[in-house]
């Protein structure tokens, strides 16, 4: 079947009521229903500030959902996408110890025991299974939480949804943790093309075994709610009886949870606040109930019920975190993510993307979208401004972000900004870790077009952290005058620049005349290839724009000493974006079985790499699906000798050099890599490097 004509649309809603109901129910996560009740009473909107806790934060509810669907991508949209496959999506993205997961331990976190299965090289969906981990392990409720997007790309195809969803599930999960995840993916699928809830819930009951645990307490709480349609709290105390934490063992059964999510949707009648209410003052896993509730009904009432209550989105603005070993997505936005997900729904489909407005990162062209970008709000910043959606003077159908300034006395000046890499709030947030890399690097161009209504001074800028890991490096293009109605496009490349890694951009403006008025924003982007040394500097921050996936990272001289234990570790900088491009170090291998530099990394095992190995031979090699050699010679090393590598990669040639020699000059045409990071590459032993140098390819 075709797409719903406002499918974009409704995957966005669905993107951001699965972020804002985590967000919602994450500062009382694990709370019992008595006491959110005594110290919360009904929650009605976000109380992080009550409870002293910051609202964007990392949280494997959104991490999981929005990375373990990148397996899809992976295999080219492979409509018979195994279980295995996803589990080596989890290998590859997830930084054991440090990324998306509760690191519980075996037994005791079911992520973490599936991981560990994994790694053992029990594949999917033995990992996850029953008899592998037991039946309590494997009914927790990580499978459920982590469904959604599987349903947002089956637009009004349930069926498909929960054959995914079973798929995906079972990486890690088994029993009635895989219904529950078939029922939560099929009703949002449903969602696309039906508006009623009880048909929602009667399509995915029939996708699973009628005498399911799951469908009895779907049929039960249904049952519960005609009885007294206006009492949640009477149902709450009917699951708490018969489906509650002390029936089900573990940490986080996915049976008492499902019954609240079908509580909310029955007692909430359909409306985004009213259930987000419901489900979370009724307690247990906030924050996942409240997300899959919030993407549901995102789904299914579109960004207008999103918009019915509170302002939901203003405090959010669109911004959300994805750490894994692809360190150049964690810094995202809702909308870029809804992109992710609609386009891979339109390549099962056999359809070409979309890429609004030729593909600019920051394009707002869904309704009220911002993207992250908000006032900056630096002492230097003396100016007033506010940002919000709205479309071009004169053109209502062409969406742009709407710069409201005022007070540009002489002297003032008004910024707004968005994220390009952790800001200072978010480098020791607790909870789950932050693995970022920055998304834009010295050297890149930054394009933008700006349309103002009145007579304003106007450039670009980016902002990175200094020598004190303060926020207080700035550096802008040259400014340009603006009249009014007049039309402007950016074109700047980002200098070199004395500090860390870059962490804002967006745009300052100035008037010496003072008066206020509106520049509309109609997109902000960057491209190319970064020019660009990383080496240690000042601060310890410039060790964050790092994704850390070795055992151990000392500055024991060298600013980059690397220790693995066991298996292959590497340390990644950069993004998927880059493709052409040449990368260099400086490698002294020590007691180490192979040592090296990767380039077109796309996570832990997806790459290109260049290595010495411990049998006094160079190998290229390309990881996917496994270890391919490229290309091997003999290349007699020492340890503790350093020797200058480098990778060029054009197209599908990778050339591989070592001390000005060419080793290899290799095409790979079949399912090549055509982007991503550069790491330093460390296997059972001890490396070290000055400087990596990444640059454009001459």
Same mark, same amino acid.
């Given at each position: 079947?075709?797409?719903?004509?406002?499918?974009?649309?409704? $995957?966005?809603?669905? %993107?951001? +009521?699965?972020?804002?109901?985590?967000?919602?129910?994450?500062?009382?996560?694990? @709370?019992?229903?008595?006491?959110?009740?005594?110290?919360?009473?009904?929650?009605?909107?976000?109380?992080?500030?009550?409870?002293?806790? *910051?609202?964007?934060?990392?949280?494997?509810?959104?991490?999981?959902?929005?990375?373990?669907?990148?397996?899809?991508?992976?295999?080219?949209?492979?409509?018979?996408?195994? *279980?295995?496959?996803?589990? &080596?999506?989890?290998?590859?993205?997830?930084?054991?110890?440090?990324?998306?997961?509760?690191?519980?331990?075996?037994?005791?976190?079911?992520?973490?025991?599936?991981?560990?299965?994994?790694?053992?090289?029990?594949?999917?969906?033995?990992?996850?299974?029953?008899?592998?981990?037991?039946? $309590? !392990?494997?009914?927790?409720?990580?499978? &459920?939480?982590?469904?959604?997007? @599987?349903?947002?790309?089956?637009?009004?195809?349930?069926?498909?949804?929960?054959?995914?969803? #079973?798929?995906?599930?079972?990486?890690?999960?088994?029993?009635?943790?895989?219904?529950?995840?078939?029922?939560?993916?099929?009703?949002?699928?449903?969602?696309?093309?039906?508006?009623?809830?009880?048909?929602?819930?009667?399509?995915?009951?029939?996708?699973?075994?009628?005498?399911?645990?799951?469908?009895?307490?779907?049929?039960?709480?249904?049952?519960?709610?005609?009885?007294?349609?206006?009492?949640?709290?009477?149902?709450?105390?009917?699951?708490?009886?018969?489906?509650?934490?002390?029936?089900?063992?573990?940490?986080?059964?996915? $049976?008492?949870?499902?019954?609240?999510?079908?509580?909310?949707?029955?007692?909430?009648?359909?409306?985004?606040?009213?259930?987000?209410?419901?489900?979370?003052?009724?307690?247990?896993?906030?924050?996942?109930?409240?997300?899959?509730?919030?993407?549901?009904?995102?789904?299914?009432?579109?960004?207008?019920?999103?918009?019915?209550?509170?302002?939901?989105?203003?405090?959010?603005?669109?911004?959300?975190?994805?750490?894994?070993?692809?360190?150049?997505?964690?810094?995202?936005?809702?909308?870029?993510?809804?992109?992710?997900?609609?386009?891979?729904?339109?390549?099962?489909?056999?359809?070409?993307?979309?890429?609004?407005?030729?593909?600019?990162?920051?394009?707002?062209?869904?309704?009220?979208?911002?993207?992250?970008?908000?006032?900056?709000?630096?002492?230097?910043?003396?100016?007033?401004?506010?940002?919000?959606?709205?479309?071009?003077?004169?053109?209502?159908?062409?969406?742009?972000?709407?710069?409201?300034?005022?007070?540009?006395?002489?002297?003032?000046?008004?910024? %707004?900004?968005?994220?390009?890499?952790?800001?200072?709030?978010?480098?020791?947030?607790?909870?789950?870790?932050?693995?970022?890399?920055?998304?834009?690097?010295?050297?890149?161009?930054?394009?933008?077009?700006?349309?103002?209504?009145?007579?304003?001074?106007?450039?670009?800028?980016?902002?990175?952290?200094?020598?004190?890991?303060?926020?207080?490096?700035?550096?802008?293009?040259?400014?340009?005058?603006?009249? *009014?109605? &007049?039309?402007?496009?950016?074109?700047?490349? %980002?200098?070199?620049?004395?500090?860390?890694?870059?962490?804002?951009?967006?745009?300052?403006?100035?008037?010496?005349?003072? +008066?206020?008025?509106?520049?509309?924003?109609?997109?902000?982007? @960057?491209?190319?290839? *970064?020019?660009?040394?990383?080496?240690?500097?000042?601060?310890?921050?410039?060790?964050?724009?790092?994704?850390?996936?070795?055992?151990?990272?000392?500055?024991?001289?060298?600013?980059?000493?690397?220790?693995?234990?066991? +298996?292959?570790?590497?340390?990644?900088?950069?993004?998927?974006?880059?493709?052409?491009?040449?990368?260099?170090?400086?490698?002294?291998?020590?007691?180490?079985?192979?040592?090296?530099?990767?380039?077109?990394?796309?996570?832990?095992?997806?790459?290109?790499?260049?290595?010495?190995?411990?049998?006094? #031979?160079?190998?290229? !090699?390309?990881?996917?699906?496994?270890?391919?050699?490229?290309?091997?010679?003999?290349?007699?090393?020492?340890?503790?000798?350093?020797?200058?590598?480098?990778?060029?990669?054009?197209?599908?040639?990778?050339?591989?050099?070592?001390?000005?020699?060419?080793?290899?000059?290799?095409?790979?045409?079949?399912?090549?890599?055509?982007?991503?990071?550069?790491?330093?590459?460390?296997?059972?032993?001890?490396?070290?490097?000055?400087? %990596?140098?990444?640059?454009? !390819?001459?």
């Amino acid at each position: 079947m075709g797409f719903p004509s406002d499918y974009v649309s409704r $995957v966005y809603a669905g %993107v951001l +009521g699965k972020i804002i109901g985590v967000y919602l129910g994450r500062p009382f996560e694990g @709370w019992t229903y008595e006491r959110i009740t005594d110290a919360l009473g009904e929650v009605w909107y976000y109380v992080h500030e009550r409870l002293g806790k *910051p609202l964007v934060v990392t949280d494997d509810d959104i991490s999981g959902t929005f990375t373990f669907l990148r397996a899809l991508a992976d295999y080219d949209a492979d409509p018979d996408l195994t *279980p295995e496959q996803i589990g &080596q999506t989890w290998l590859n993205y997830i930084v054991e110890d440090r990324a998306i997961l509760w690191w519980g331990g075996m037994g005791m976190s079911t992520e973490h025991t599936a991981y560990l299965r994994l790694k053992q090289g029990i594949k999917a969906p033995l990992s996850g299974a029953m008899a592998t981990n037991s039946r $309590v !392990v494997a009914e927790q409720i990580g499978a &459920q939480i982590f469904i959604d997007g @599987w349903g947002m790309i089956c637009p009004g195809d349930p069926e498909r949804a929960a054959s995914f969803a #079973r798929r995906a599930a079972s990486v890690s999960h088994d029993g009635e943790a895989i219904y529950a995840a078939q029922v939560i993916a099929a009703m949002e699928a449903q969602a696309f093309v039906c508006a009623e809830i009880p048909e929602l819930i009667d399509t995915a009951l029939a996708l699973i075994p009628p005498d399911a645990l799951i469908a009895r307490l779907i049929r039960d709480v249904r049952q519960w709610h005609s009885e007294a349609p206006g009492d949640w709290r009477r149902t709450r105390e009917l699951v708490a009886a018969h489906y509650g934490y002390d029936r089900y063992g573990g940490n986080c059964h996915v $049976v008492p949870n499902h019954a609240l999510i079908h509580l909310a949707l029955w007692h909430g009648e359909g409306d985004f606040q009213k259930s987000l209410m419901i489900v979370n003052t009724c307690g247990w896993d906030t924050d996942c109930n409240s997300g899959n509730v919030g993407c549901l009904l995102g789904i299914l009432r579109g960004l207008e019920g999103i918009m019915a209550g509170p302002d939901w989105r203003g405090p959010v603005a669109d911004r959300l975190y994805l750490p894994t070993a692809d360190g150049g997505r964690c810094i995202t936005d809702a909308v870029r993510e809804t992109y992710e997900i609609v386009n891979l729904a339109r390549q099962l489909a056999g359809e070409p993307p979309l890429r609004p407005k030729e593909g600019a990162r920051f394009h707002f062209t869904l309704p009220g979208s911002v993207q992250g970008f908000q006032p900056d709000e630096h002492p230097e910043a003396r100016g007033v401004a506010s940002v919000c959606h709205g479309s071009l003077p004169g053109d209502p159908s062409h969406p742009a972000l709407c710069i409201c300034y005022t007070h540009l006395a002489r002297g003032r000046v008004a910024r %707004v900004a968005t994220r390009t890499f952790l800001p200072p709030e978010a480098v020791k947030m607790p909870g789950y870790a932050v693995l970022a890399c920055p998304t834009l690097y010295p050297g890149q161009t930054v394009r933008a077009r700006v349309v103002s209504t009145d007579s304003v001074d106007c450039r670009l800028y980016v902002r990175f952290y200094d020598a004190q890991d303060t926020l207080e490096g700035y550096v802008g293009s040259p400014p340009v005058s603006l009249s *009014p109605r &007049q039309v402007h496009r950016f074109e700047w490349r %980002v200098p070199d620049i004395p500090g860390g890694p870059i962490a804002e951009a967006g745009i300052e403006l100035a008037s010496d005349t003072g +008066g206020s008025g509106t520049l509309y924003l109609d997109y902000l982007t @960057w491209d190319g290839i *970064p020019e660009v040394t990383f080496t240690r500097r000042e601060g310890r921050i410039w060790r964050r724009a790092w994704v850390d996936a070795v055992d151990s990272w000392l500055e024991w001289g060298e600013p980059f000493r690397l220790v693995q234990n066991e +298996g292959t570790g590497l340390l990644i900088q950069g993004t998927r974006e880059w493709d052409d491009y040449e990368v260099s170090a400086d490698v002294t291998p020590h007691m180490v079985a192979a040592a090296g530099l990767a380039g077109r990394v796309q996570g832990l095992r997806r790459y290109y790499a260049l290595l010495l190995c411990r049998d006094n #031979r160079a190998r290229l !090699v390309k990881a996917l699906d496994g270890d391919n050699v490229l290309g091997e010679a003999e290349f007699p090393w020492e340890f503790g000798l350093t020797y200058q590598m480098s990778l060029r990669l054009l197209g599908t040639r990778i050339q591989a050099y070592v001390d000005g020699q060419l080793l290899f000059d290799v095409e790979d045409t079949v399912r090549p890599l055509t982007g991503g990071a550069v790491a330093l590459v460390c296997t059972e032993g001890r490396t070290a490097t000055q400087a %990596v140098t990444v640059r454009p !390819v001459a």
